[in-house]
């Protein structure tokens, strides 16, 4: 029995760093590839911030563990902003920008501590690991012989890398408290992100100015001072709206979790309205009910009284600010669906892509769809239904496997446990929201699915026990 045990941890290691070196051996490859296509210097600039940053996770990874997620979730935040300023300061907008690797990086600096202890990962975490490999590995087939290696692999490393957080919570040796802490410091990114938005909205900066005109993308708003759809930081309004609305979503579920009070929320939610993105202000309200249904009676009324602060808000306060009438007719618009161009697009849209996947049951791969059309001509970059996106690219059989693997994670976070049953609920009220916005687009690569997979996470930190070197080296 002793030699079986050993046997499976050998294939164990053998296998995750095994997938650790075909990560970053994939890495290289797309990194290499983006470069070829940039001006000599320009590219080196945004290598040098790539080097930057991961060198800087890895050294918070070492000494200051918990502080890397916080920094990971703001690489995945301000990393296009960055990629905007080189563009604009070289007076050349960039496609394929080197700077788009950057999460990437930062993210694989995750493999470090989970190949190393890999024995502490729980039979749970191990399993949802293999699940999503299993599946992914099956798009990466398909799509490298259909797309190429390059557009392919760019397309599993966004998949997979924001996984690896569930994976690196679980060996990380963090305190139970400490998930107040990551969740709180998840709030004031989300502060900081807002402010730059709400500047954003009021005086365009000449970068974003620049970006939003050499990119041609006609559902931003126009590049003026009261008519852009906040983006933010991020890539576009869809992420940003994904990611102020699950960061709004943990503000308003308690109050140990909110930075600045109900001022930073307030932040939040104004910079959120202006990303005009309906899609995220229904799942905010899922998770905001799912969440509701589960708390105690206690905590029902501090949320119902948060509720109406924030209503209230909406009703007095914001129609005195600048670009209230743009976000009022945005809420008009769910009343009058059969009338809006964006509802019906979407209708047919769909009707067109199951069309396709009944044509090709078997998918079209990764690198199909998303930020790798950038990288494969043939691609899809607009995908205005992320369930559909799944089966367009996993097929049937591993579009099933896929949702079998949410659902999966969906009953995981509902077997409660008393100490930690908030983090529970947040975990699946976080699934509820994912599974609304998933109606609207495929977030999951990316900075969407970080923050899903990093709150989900907080159910699978094992709360190690408080000692001397914790204290020194964890809050």
Same mark, same amino acid.
């Given at each position: 029995?002793?030699?079986?045990?050993?046997?499976?941890?050998?294939?164990?290691?053998?296998?995750?760093?095994?997938?650790?070196?075909?990560a970053?051996?994939?890495?290289?490859?797309?990194?290499?590839? =983006?470069?070829?296509?940039?001006? @000599?210097? !320009?590219g +080196?600039w945004?290598?040098?911030?790539?080097?930057?940053?991961? #060198? &800087?996770?890895?050294?918070?990874?070492?000494?200051?563990?918990?502080?890397?997620?916080?920094y990971?979730?703001?690489?995945?935040a301000?990393?296009?902003?960055?990629?905007?300023l080189?563009?604009?300061s070289?007076g050349?907008?960039?496609?394929?920008?080197i700077?788009?690797?950057?999460?990437?990086?930062?993210s694989?600096?995750?493999?470090i501590?989970?190949?190393?202890?890999?024995?502490?990962?729980?039979?749970?975490?191990?399993?949802?690991?293999?699940?999503?490999?299993?599946?992914?590995?099956?798009?990466?087939?398909?799509?490298?012989?259909?797309?190429?290696?390059?557009?392919?692999s760019?397309?599993?490393?966004?998949?997979?890398?924001?996984?690896?957080?569930i994976?690196?919570?679980?060996?990380?040796p963090?305190?139970?408290h400490?998930?107040?802490? =990551?969740?709180?410091?998840?709030? @004031?990114? !989300?502060? +900081?992100?807002?402010?730059?938005?709400?500047?954003?909205y009021? #005086? &365009?900066?000449?970068?974003?100015?620049?970006?939003?005109?050499?990119?041609?993308?006609?559902?931003?708003?126009?590049p003026?001072?009261?008519?852009?759809?906040?983006?933010?930081?991020?890539?576009?309004?869809g992420?940003?709206?994904?990611?102020?609305?699950?960061?709004?979503?943990?503000?308003?579920?308690?109050?140990?979790w909110?930075?600045?009070?109900?001022?930073?929320?307030?932040i939040?939610?104004?910079?959120?309205?202006?990303?005009?993105?309906?899609?995220?202000?229904?799942?905010?309200?899922?998770?905001?009910?799912?969440?509701?249904?589960?708390?105690?009676?206690?905590?029902?009324?501090?949320?119902?009284?948060?509720?109406?602060?924030?209503?209230?808000?909406?009703?007095?306060?914001?129609?005195?600010?600048?670009?209230?009438?743009t976000?009022?007719?945005?809420f008009?618009?769910?009343?009058?669906?059969?009338e809006?161009?964006?509802?019906?697009?979407?209708?047919?849209f769909?009707?067109?892509?199951?069309d396709?996947?009944?044509?090709?049951?078997?998918?079209?791969?990764?690198?199909?769809?998303?930020?790798?059309?950038?990288?494969?001509?043939?691609?899809?970059?607009?995908?205005d239904?992320?369930?559909?996106n799944?089966?367009?690219?996993?097929?049937?059989?591993?579009?099933?496997?896929?949702?079998?693997?949410?659902?999966?994670?969906?009953?995981?976070?509902?077997?409660?446990?008393?100490?930690?049953?908030?983090?529970?609920?947040l975990?699946?009220?976080?699934?509820?929201?994912?599974?609304?916005?998933?109606?609207?687009?495929?977030?999951?690569?990316?900075?969407?699915?970080?923050?899903?997979w990093?709150?989900v996470?907080?159910?699978?930190?094992?709360g190690?026990?408080?000692?001397?070197?914790?204290?020194?080296?964890h809050?």
């Amino acid at each position: 029995m002793e030699n079986v045990v050993k046997l499976l941890d050998i294939t164990r290691v053998i296998l995750l760093k095994g997938i650790s070196i075909i990560a970053v051996l994939l890495m290289v490859l797309i990194i290499g590839y =983006l470069a070829a296509m940039h001006d @000599y210097f !320009a590219g +080196l600039w945004q290598l040098s911030i790539v080097m930057a940053l991961t #060198l &800087i996770g890895w050294f918070l990874q070492q000494v200051k563990p918990v502080l890397y997620l916080p920094y990971l979730l703001a690489v995945w935040a301000i990393y296009p902003e960055l990629r905007r300023l080189l563009d604009w300061s070289f007076g050349a907008y960039s496609e394929t920008p080197i700077l788009s690797t950057a999460p990437l990086f930062v993210s694989l600096v995750m493999l470090i501590p989970i190949v190393n202890n890999f024995r502490k990962l729980s039979k749970t975490v191990l399993r949802i690991e293999m699940i999503a490999l299993s599946v992914l590995l099956y798009g990466f087939l398909i799509g490298i012989i259909q797309y190429g290696g390059i557009a392919a692999s760019f397309d599993l490393i966004n998949y997979a890398t924001p996984l690896l957080i569930i994976a690196y919570v679980n060996v990380s040796p963090f305190q139970s408290h400490t998930r107040d802490w =990551l969740l709180k410091g998840f709030a @004031y990114i !989300a502060v +900081l992100v807002a402010v730059y938005g709400i500047y954003q909205y009021f #005086l &365009i900066p000449p970068w974003d100015k620049f970006w939003m005109i050499h990119s041609e993308m006609l559902s931003i708003g126009k590049p003026e001072p009261l008519k852009v759809r906040v983006f933010s930081t991020l890539n576009s309004p869809g992420p940003a709206g994904v990611f102020f609305g699950f960061a709004l979503a943990v503000m308003t579920m308690n109050k140990k979790w909110r930075a600045l009070g109900l001022i930073g929320m307030v932040i939040v939610a104004f910079g959120f309205l202006l990303t005009l993105v309906r899609s995220s202000w229904i799942a905010l309200a899922a998770m905001i009910l799912v969440y509701f249904l589960q708390a105690k009676s206690a905590h029902k009324f501090k949320l119902i009284t948060i509720l109406v602060v924030l209503f209230l808000c909406y009703q007095f306060i914001l129609p005195g600010l600048p670009g209230a009438e743009t976000i009022t007719n945005r809420f008009d618009t769910f009343g009058n669906l059969n009338e809006d161009v964006s509802y019906n697009d979407r209708l047919a849209f769909s009707t067109f892509i199951l069309d396709s996947i009944s044509v090709n049951p078997m998918g079209n791969g990764l690198g199909s769809t998303g930020l790798s059309a950038k990288l494969n001509e043939n691609a899809m970059q607009v995908f205005d239904n992320g369930f559909l996106n799944i089966f367009y690219t996993f097929g049937l059989p591993g579009g099933l496997a896929f949702l079998g693997f949410l659902i999966y994670l969906t009953v995981l976070a509902l077997k409660r446990e008393k100490q930690s049953s908030q983090y529970y609920h947040l975990a699946f009220a976080s699934m509820a929201g994912a599974a609304v916005l998933l109606m609207s687009n495929n977030f999951l690569p990316g900075s969407g699915g970080a923050c899903l997979w990093f709150l989900v996470s907080m159910i699978f930190l094992r709360g190690e026990k408080e000692n001397h070197e914790n204290l020194l080296r964890h809050p």
